[in-house]
């Protein structure tokens, strides 16, 4: 799951971290800004006092507007298209799958309960045949009910990769490996619902076949890519521009990459949603082009939260810890960022090209760049961030990245580049989003330290917006020669499956909205995860995960950067607020509230 926006240019970085890290650690001890436990005569809760549990659930009331700003318009708001992590939490207000993720704050977030369907899956067949029955009183915005056979359709556009690209398929890898099914713009059934795997006996009642049984089937269904899709309604590749709603919110107006409004699906029922609570009266979304911009109106109080959820800018957590502590949370995150290198690049298609980098890297450097170790995150060792079972965090540390190589190893970095046949080292171009000051910090720390032992590397700051296209083009990547490509990745649902089947499996190579940078198709890793999917014991599937984690990094695809950590705002206006391991630590948006409606 891609994410978004982490501010603040190098420079900026670089002078903040020492105030930001004081201020973290005084804010942790309650002192500064308001009482002693760290609240506020402002109505803010106080430091970290919605981070893995509610803050002011009591005060939420209904009505008002709950306002939302962000530095990058997500990549599609289309349920099928969307990969961004805050556009899948943003989306449970006009989508609705058959079961979704709880409620609940920290880990009992990423649990599943029931949402179009009365109950989790009737599960028969050893793990291949997964039954729902829908609930009643289920509408679309127009009244219409909603039926099994658009949750059908919904999920078939998965299969129109030429034409709805970028999400995540893995339905489709699940319910057809073999690729027999080709969507429903090609498909010859009268109704276009000719996809084998899923059966319609009726209205209320949606079975799935699956070939071979996978452990995480349902959580796959409970991503927005498994929401229905009415087929009169479906607009293919303009869909996004406005998604037809199932659940309590629909569009309003949006214009891309200025702004968004939802306000009440009038047709939504209340006793037909055990999930969402629907408290504000109009939900709407500014985008910013410029983070400084947006975090001094955050801490100005015109907005209630960032949508992007990656945390402030050096300067706004500057001021805001010096002043406003009360509204911060700082929650280890399920994110980590990373550069990584293209096989299809020269001189990347030789593992030694890559291993020169990722010694002659400065990895505190890379660290300070993001924020530093309290704002930023931990040194990346690996691979596996720690959220996901199997993984062994900062312990596993092939390249003593956190140890002996901490600050780069220009000797072995030069080996590895006489050892790839480059001893005088070469020339590449990094690739970064340009609504990203973070990440062209992060480039700039990586240049710098890369020039040390030989190798010169251009920065192309490329429209963030625009990713699926881009970075997501195995063939543009080519072409631009991106030898080196700066992004950040968070699990879909938690497992090894989860975070990296997307990234590391040769079959998630794809065209456009590709994520598997590094085209990975390794027979080993390809073969971990086909035996992974199959295994029942959790014992058995955390030691495969481990084997997938350490086979990643033995082929040298990967500089890992931090495993990361945010400084997120938290506006006195919000109410019901909690972060949840749903989201990788962000705040689960679908039940926040305004403490008034004025």
Not at 241 to 259: E, I, M, R, T, V
Not at 360 to 388: C, E, F, K, Y
Request: charged content about 25%.
């Amino acid at each position: 799951m891609t994410t978004q926006r982490t501010s603040g240019r190098r420079k900026q970085a670089a002078a903040a971290v020492a105030a930001v890290a004081a201020l973290l650690t005084t804010a942790a001890c309650g002192g500064g800004g308001g009482d002693e436990n760290g609240g506020s005569k402002t109505g803010a809760a106080g430091f970290d006092a919605a981070n893995n549990k509610v803050a002011q659930a009591d005060l939420a009331t209904k009505g008002g507007e709950l306002k939302f700003a962000g530095a990058q318009d997500a990549d599609s708001w289309d349920t099928t298209r969307g990969y961004y992590g805050f556009m899948w939490n943003f989306a449970r207000y006009y989508s609705r799958q058959l079961v979704t993720s709880a409620t609940q704050p920290g880990a009992k977030g990423a649990e599943l309960t029931p949402d179009l369907a009365t109950d989790m899956a009737k599960v028969s067949d050893d793990g291949k045949t997964y039954t729902y029955t829908l609930r009643d009183g289920i509408t679309w915005e127009d009244g219409k009910p909603i039926t099994s056979k658009d949750i059908k359709y919904g999920i078939e556009r998965v299969w129109a990769q030429d034409v709805l690209s970028g999400g995540p398929v893995y339905l489709k890898d699940v319910l057809d490996p073999k690729g027999e099914y080709k969507g429903p713009y090609k498909d010859k059934a009268a109704d276009k619902l000719g996809l084998k795997a899923i059966d319609t006996p009726d209205d209320k009642t949606i079975v799935f076949h699956l070939p071979e049984a996978n452990a995480d089937f349902e959580e796959i269904l409970a991503l927005v890519s498994a929401s229905p899709v009415r087929q009169d309604k479906d607009t293919k590749s303009k869909y996004g521009l406005h998604p037809f709603s199932s659940g309590p919110y629909k569009f309003a107006s949006y214009n891309p990459g200025k702004d968004l409004t939802l306000v009440r699906n009038t047709e939504w029922k209340q006793a037909s949603d055990p999930v969402r609570k629907a408290y504000p009266d109009k939900i709407s979304i500014k985008f910013f082009s410029n983070a400084n911009d947006l975090d001094a109106r955050l801490i100005a109080g015109d907005y209630d939260l960032d949508i992007n959820q990656t945390g402030l800018s050096p300067q706004g957590r500057t001021t805001a810890l010096q002043e406003h502590k009360a509204n911060l949370d700082n929650p280890v995150s399920g994110y980590i960022r990373y550069a990584v290198f293209p096989q299809s690049v020269k001189p990347f298609d030789n593992i030694h090209c890559r291993k020169a980098v990722i010694y002659g890297a400065d990895h505190v450097s890379l660290q300070t760049a993001r924020g530093g170790p309290v704002a930023g995150g931990d040194i990346g060792t690996n691979m596996l961030p720690p959220t996901v079972p199997g993984s062994e965090g900062q312990k596993y540390d092939p390249y003593e990245l956190n140890g002996a190589n901490k600050s780069g190893n220009a000797a072995k970095a030069k080996e590895e580049l006489k050892a790839c046949g480059q001893p005088n080292g070469f020339k590449t171009t990094i690739a970064v989003r340009n609504n990203k000051p973070v990440e062209v910090a992060t480039a700039e720390s990586l240049q710098a330290s890369l020039k040390k032992v030989g190798i010169t590397v251009d920065i192309d700051q490329y429209d963030g917006s625009q990713t699926s296209g881009i970075i997501g083009s195995p063939s543009n990547v080519k072409k631009k020669g991106y030898g080196i490509i700066i992004m950040g990745w968070g699990a879909d649902f938690g497992s090894v499956q989860g975070f990296g089947l997307p990234l590391w499996d040769g079959k998630y190579i794809l065209e456009s909205g590709n994520n598997n940078f590094a085209l990975i198709d390794d027979k080993k890793i390809n073969g971990l995860f086909d035996t992974y999917v199959k295994t029942q014991d959790d014992a058995g599937k955390l030691q495969i995960a481990k084997d997938i984690n350490h086979a990643v990094m033995d082929g040298g695809y990967y500089l890992p950067f931090v495993f990361e950590k945010f400084v997120n705002w938290r506006g006195n206006r919000l109410a019901n607020v909690y972060t949840s391991d749903a989201f990788s630590g962000m705040y689960d948006f679908v039940n926040l509230g305004l403490k008034s409606s004025k």
